[in-house]
């Protein structure tokens, strides 16, 4: 299967790998990184992805699973766990 050309990436702005530069970025651009540096690509093109959330489509499979989410935390508010004490449960853990 034949990969599609890459998309342009602009900067996110936090110390990226690709300065200022605007660049089309093959696989094998990456592959040549270190891993710290694709490490950070991948937070970058995160940030990207983040910064407009509108952007992303949700199956409808994902769309039922999130409505299923929400009915439940309806049925049961006291069912889940603030995400600080998860963190920490998380932590403690490892």
Known sequence: MRRAAAAPLEPAGRGDIMGDMKARVS????????VPER?????DIWDSIAAVPEAVELTEAQKQELDRRLEALKDNPQ??????VVK???ARAS
């Open 39 to 43: 490490i950070q690509l991948v937070a």
């Open 79 to 84: 069912s889940g766990s603030p995400w600080d």
């Open 27 to 34: 696989v094998s651009d990456v592959l040549s990184l270190s």
């Open 88 to 90: 920490t449960r998380i």
